[in-house]
């Protein structure tokens, strides 16, 4: 199980690239389509017509009542994204434990909420209150600021996590370092919990409630803001991990740790090194979930990072560019189900992809093939 | 099993009255747990009667908590198989548990309109859950040890999930009230609120049979079977094991303790609602699996045990005690609320300094302690690892088998 990234020369990384944005756009634009009908049909089963009705109506219908739903499926799409987005950036921490160490790090999610958690303290510690910040400047300072207080705490707090209960247990039975982290998450939890209670905690929404217009749809600018910012990361991730001295280390321990120990890589810092990177992309999905949702809670870190799991298992686990391909399918098909009004079912459903994916493919969509693991 | 005890004792001239005691309790094992489990509810029922327990509450509100206790025995005796014994990682139990309780909501409520016998509904409810075992266990089959805990946790998830949305046949939130109590049985009397000693004697009744069976099971053809697939499935394999219905069966009869668990819980408590069945159920079940010593039955019963009275009263009298010392920074803190955090807690100290539980079996201890073993006190990384790779290659550290790199 490697941490698999192209080394490629320039000219195919470029080529590579293109490729990969293209698939992308393609990805988003069939969503938006299957989505748009999707709403057609449970509109036209909502005003009461017969299933076949509603499907040919599904099919056919483009007029201007059909077009209200692709501003709605626009929106909606655009709402994926951003969950995508986030469940992408916690599934990147699960991937790179996975692929260095072997071991599903039940304490990730609970890493997130924490990060969470530290952005409302933060940016509630500064403005105190519930209002939008329309000063760009404050803006900047506020989100920036929130995000250089979390990464580094939330990232050092993964690194003594692993340093102190996970490292010990490196070359233990595979079941110890499993119920160890199960503890952990437990501890986490409960810590959050006790010091802020059992409720929904408010975040200060201070991203104002700026629109754009596109196609008829009100496209929320904040989304946007975390697509991009979520997709810088795991652009500078991917970079970081194909490009750098430490990167190649991390690549090196992830294929062999004694071989490459023998190299001179010194495998307990690439680890380290591992847990930190993972921790600070949590925080970040920590921050902009703060942003985005308005509210913070103990058990986040439960759900979420369940989510985000699988979406690295369907990417294939220890796959960067499979994890984030899963967060976003996994936003997707959320977003999906909540759309047509069966938001309650969406957790049942992602585990439902879970188990096909693990039942028939259990390396996932970029995983390689190898043996009879998983 | 007699040929080895035999070896064991015969060239040490007579036998020490301990070895001698040790030797016919392993020879008549079941006989050995009536007579254990007779004397431990002779205690149980005398220790509430006497300080320092009958100082602490009354006798009944004690015969109480032992019943309930006895639910997370067969829990955890029934989680034991699964994890202890065939090691398999399983997060999801509650689910299992939430089955059998939901299958006596069917059958003895208002809400379904009937009421069946009670002893008969207990092997209802438990093969209901055994035929969900065996459906959660037939898709795992394949899946290693990581994944296949992701799976069941997932499971563990989806059930209460199912049993919350389906609002129309399960009343959702508010979960099946009214639950018709066990009919009178003869020596026990009525099942009534009041009667909490009657709850605790059949309880008694139940893990004694739970735990023979388990027992019998453990020593039989099957109970090795468990263990070679724990120790390496591929070596299992290739002896003949069948591992396939060696493992569905471990699903199975896990499921079916939870179920036994499930239907006298449901029963006792007289309302089943999902959020009775989270990951907080699963967790301290495995908590007290683990602190008990996974693999050995009598101690993981006792852990459970241990564990649910420190949890229903051990914090209680903590609070008490702290308060009346009146340390002015501890005397607010309300252990109750930290439970979860000291298991937790707990769970992760007794991984890194005692991970064979308190009360370990043999067989156990060894495994995990193979590496230090082999590797000799050497503190060196290579040397740790390379006898961790040879423990995985002498088929003791599960998993370490298939840890080629891909």
Do not use: C
Request: charged letters at 10%.
């Amino acid at each position: 199980m490697t941490v698999t990234v192209s080394t490629g020369a320039s000219s195919s990384s470029f080529a590579r690239a293109l490729r990969i944005t293209v698939y992308a756009i393609v990805a988003i634009l069939i969503y938006l389509i299957v989505l748009w009908r999707a709403l057609v049909l449970a509109g036209e089963l909502r005003a009461g017509s017969t299933l076949l009705n509603a499907i040919v109506q599904a099919l056919t219908r483009f007029d201007a009542v059909g077009n209200e739903f692709l501003a709605q499926a626009l929106q909606q799409t655009v709402n994926a994204l951003s969950i995508g987005a986030i469940y992408a950036l916690i599934a990147l921490g699960y991937t790179m434990v996975y692929g260095i160490i072997e071991l599903i790090n039940f304490a990730h999610g609970d890493i997130f909420m924490l990060g969470a958690f530290l952005s409302v303290v933060f940016i509630g510690g500064i403005m105190g209150h519930n209002e939008a910040v329309t000063d760009i400047a404050l803006l900047t300072f506020l989100i920036g600021g929130a995000l250089l207080f979390s990464m580094p705490i939330i990232g050092l707090l993964n690194v003594g996590i692993e340093r102190l209960v996970y490292r010990p247990l490196r070359n233990a039975p595979r079941l110890a370092p499993l119920i160890t982290a199960v503890g952990v998450s437990f501890i986490l939890q409960n810590v959050a919990l006790t010091v802020a209670g059992s409720g929904d905690r408010r975040a200060p929404q201070i991203f104002p409630d700026w629109k754009i217009a596109f196609g008829g749809a009100q496209i929320s600018v904040l989304l946007i803001f975390i697509f991009i910012l979520s997709l810088a990361l795991m652009l500078a991730l991917q970079a970081f991990v194909a490009r750098t001295r430490l990167g190649r280390a991390m690549r090196a321990t992830a294929q062999d740790r004694e071989a490459s120990a023998l190299m001179g890589v010194d495998a307990n810092q690439t680890i380290a090194l591992t847990f930190l990177i993972g921790g600070m992309l949590a925080a970040v999905a920590g921050v902009v979930w703060g942003l985005r949702f308005g509210y913070v809670k103990f058990d986040l870190g439960f759900n979420s990072g369940l989510k985000a799991f699988t979406a690295a298992v369907l990417g294939g686990i220890g796959n960067i560019t499979g994890a984030v391909l899963g967060g976003f399918i996994i936003g997707f098909i959320e977003n999906l189900s909540a759309s047509l009004g069966y938001a309650r079912w969406s957790e049942f459903l992602v585990f439902m992809v879970l188990t096909f994916v693990l039942l028939f493919r259990p390396t996932g969509i970029l995983g390689q093939h190898s043996g009879d693991r998983a | 099993m007699s040929a080895t005890i035999a070896a064991r004792t015969s060239p040490a001239g007579p036998p020490s009255p301990r070895a001698r005691i040790e030797d016919l309790a392993t020879r008549h094992r079941s006989s050995a747990i009536v007579v254990g489990m007779l004397i431990i509810a002779v205690g149980l029922i005398v220790l509430p009667k006497i300080p320092p327990l009958s100082l602490i509450d009354r006798e009944d509100p004690w015969y109480d908590t032992f019943a309930n206790a006895g639910v997370y025995i067969l829990l955890a005796m029934g989680l034991n198989v699964v994890v202890g014994l065939a090691g398999l990682l399983d997060l999801g139990y509650a689910a299992f548990f939430a089955i059998g309780s939901y299958t006596y909501a069917y059958s003895n409520s208002p809400f379904a309109g009937t009421d069946f016998p009670f002893l008969p509904m207990l092997l209802v409810g438990a093969s209901v859950a055994a035929v969900f075992g065996i459906a959660l266990g037939a898709p795992t089959l394949r899946l290693r040890g990581d994944y296949l805990a992701i799976m069941t946790l997932g499971f563990g998830e989806i059930v209460p999930i199912v049993f919350l949305n389906l609002d129309t046949w399960t009343l959702g939130t508010n979960g099946i009230g009214g639950i018709y109590r066990p009919d009178p049985l003869p020596l026990i009397g009525e099942f009534t609120p009041l009667t909490p000693f009657a709850y605790f004697i059949l309880m008694v009744g139940i893990v004694t049979v739970a735990m023979i069976l388990l027992y019998r099971m453990q020593d039989s053809r099957i109970g090795r079977a468990w263990n070679a697939i724990r120790e390496d499935e591929l070596a299992a394999a290739a002896n003949g094991i069948n591992t396939v219905t060696t493992k569905l069966l471990a699903f199975a009869i896990g499921a079916t303790t939870a179920g036994l668990a499930g239907v006298f819980n449901a029963s006792k408590l007289t309302i089943v609602s999902p959020e009775q069945f989270g990951f907080a159920v699963s967790f301290i079940v495995l908590a007290m699996v683990i602190l008990g010593g996974m693999g050995n039955i009598w101690g993981v019963a006792v852990g459970a045990f241990i564990v649910y009275e420190i949890q229903v009263q051990g914090f209680k009298q903590l609070n008490k005690v702290v308060e009346g010392l009146a340390i002015p920074v501890l005397k607010d803190v309300n252990f109750t609320d930290y439970q979860y955090l000291l298991f937790g807690g707990a769970l992760v100290l007794m991984m890194l300094f005692r991970p064979e539980g308190l009360f370990p079996s043999q067989r156990r201890r060894r495994e995990l302690h193979i590496a230090e073993e082999l590797a000799g006190p050497a503190d060196d990384e290579i040397d740790v690892a390379a006898g961790a790779a040879m423990a995985g290659s002498l088929g003791a550290t599960p998993g370490s088998g298939e840890d080629q790199p891909g």
